[in-house]
DNA sequence: AATGAATGAGCATTCATTCAT
DNA sequence: TATGAATGAATGCTCATTCAT
């Protein structure tokens, strides 16, 4: 809890961030004690609570780092592209390649969104995202490019196959994180494009 | 731990399950003690450990039970449906239908599939769903229904977009399942029917 | 504790003092629990009370039946026997015999020896045993062929050699009880008779 | 669990040990809790498991001092006799005036070698005193002092008599230490000197 | 006589957190 | 800043015993 770290502070502090982030994805969050954590640093006790007020506000601080460099990738990615459609795409992309390279963040993401003492940080980070691709869904219906549904919808539809897809592929096939974002972009794309409309097929037409 | 049990025994045992399972996708697996699950009861301590033998078991069979539950619901709702495209959106359809009215054990698998304990039951459970449903991805290409892909990664697509619509619509949001079922189901089929070749397998049933 | 029991019942009794027997002997008292019994036995929980008031009961009745079924033969053995020494051997040649049959009543009673809850009984048995020595051991005094000492500690050390060498021998060693009897014998002889005067009590006896 | 303790820490791992054999010679190891041991001392429960992995464990470490200690006193004691028999002689003196100090630890090995889980570390440790004294017991064959016999079995009916007199004498009678070692030194050596071999009294010989 | 179910105090162990140094 | 020691509530689990049937 000190107010201002020395620039070795700042170190420790990271430190002892990124080994946390990796422990509590490898091993479960619950399953981790601050032991383990100073334990493996080679560190004493006192050190992790000189640097976090406690062990959930630890993984409070690594989620909420781990939601910013994300959103900023994703920023990055769509900045400079005009057309909806290909903003999507690119977002999409981006987002892989940030999984690929900050797996344990992922899967740390996921433990926490099952997690109900932190769903709820998770799901804001999520709403942020859906609040930044609703616009250009939107732009893309109205262009015509888009079917014409709930977007926020449209783009939970879309967080999920990438997230399943990042999770299903990624982390049990080990398969070329390209090719994965490619094939959800295709999946995505086709899925959302304006074109005829499927009618589902309500089971009380049946009986 | 014993061999038989009465028919008051097994309407214990039964309820045992339904109230830990709730409990557990209420406030979590490691969250919730087995003092809270027989104090909730109002049974003693023992009663627990007579039934399961561990904590850790029972969670295995809550699991084990849904599984196998979601599974027949799946099976009996596309046995006598000779399409592929709609076989796979009834079977959307089932699964929503099922979630709904099993919110709790659609909120434990979740969860479950995070944690490194019980991962791999989850997970064979998936397994099991993706290999039921990979006869009739392949059938669809092979009439040309579905776009040439990794059937694999097609299925696991699919369930990514269900289970993403299942719990950010249904748990967050409250909305109708039917309705969010039919949009999964617009989503998927759009997202993998073969290009320029859009069936309406399900024109035939209109409202 | 029922105050008849049938002949049946009986024999229900003596199964399940047998049974535990050997399990508190291979397992030791506290580590086996009356589940393990009544489970090995394959019958009800309920049996175990209705023959004991508790489990620290049945042991104090398996112990004082061993005590009694050894006591019995040790008086068996020297019943005809006049010389004094002669005596002495016999009863410890007795000895080696019962235990080598009842080695599970055997390790049960060292167990109980070192055990707060039941030392006390044991050691009755025990003094009992001494008791029972003392007049052979006076007498032998008194005839010149055992040297003069505390006859308590002589029987005392006796009992030492003959349990120690039946723990170590037997138990650990699966020799053969003769043997090992003809050891004790030997040892404890030469060091209890009178030096100088060194009869030979069994000289008439040769194979 | 700790990898260094301070001088401080020592101190308490000490007490913890001393107070533990203390409790668990009084009241048996299965009987005393590890409630009992932290509640005794007046300090956390957490205290316990900061200097021990477990119960089972502490106990392990009691067993293996003592043992250590015992075995240091005696060699001390015959470093410099170069009879053999007088060797013994010392050996089991020294052995007395142990056990008379470390009464508790006398009592606490008796208990672990009846006690499965325990049974073998104290067994090695007796293995290790044979193995000691074997040399002493041949010499004194070789030298014509001791007759000619089995020398284990020789040396296991030493050891016999003297835990056997230590725990009947001392434990039960209060009697004097160097009493009842003179006793059990008169009793072993003119048990085991070279004199007429007493043929055993063999029950067959008597149908 | 016998069964399966139930009780609940008790146990070994864990762990987030605090504190003296 | 950092350490090792200490705390104590909480946890999963056991088991002797009782009870309704």
């Known amino acids: 809890m000190p107010q201002h770290l020395t620039s070795k502070g700042n170190r420790r502090r990271k430190q002892i961030m ?11 969050y619950h399953q981790t004690s601050v032991s383990d954590i100073v334990n493996g640093l080679g560190v004493g006790k006192g050190v992790f609570y000189w640097y976090f007020e406690s062990k ?9 780092e781990a939601q910013r460099d994300l959103r900023r990738v994703q920023r990055q990615a769509i900045a400079d592209e005009p057309d909806p459609l290909h903003r999507i795409a690119v977002a999409i992309q981006a987002s ?17 969104k099952v997690d109900e003492q ?9 709403e942020t995202a859906i609040a930044d691709a609703l616009p250009h869904v939107k732009a893309g219906m109205d262009a015509g490019l888009i079917r014409r549904d709930d977007p926020v919808v449209i783009a939970y539809a879309i967080l999920g196959v990438t997230s ?3 999770r299903l592929m990624i982390v049990e096939r080990g398969e070329d994180p390209h090719k994965v974002a490619a094939t959800a972009i295709a999946f995505c794309l086709s899925g959302i494009t304006a074109k005829k409309v499927l009618p589902a097929p309500v089971s009380t037409c049946r009986k």
Chains 1, 2, 3, 4 share one sequence.
Request: net charge negative; charged share 20%; no cysteine.
């Open 96 to 112: 892989f390649a940030w999984l690929a390279s900050n797996l344990h963040l992922f899967l740390l993401m996921e433990q926490a």
């Open 18 to 28: 990124d080994y946390a982030a990796q422990e509590f994805a490898r091993n479960g």
């Open 164 to 166: 399943s897809l990042a």
């Open 56 to 64: 959930d506000m630890l993984l409070r601080e690594v989620l909420a």
């Open 118 to 126: 932190f769903a709820s940080l998770v799901r804001q980070g999520e």
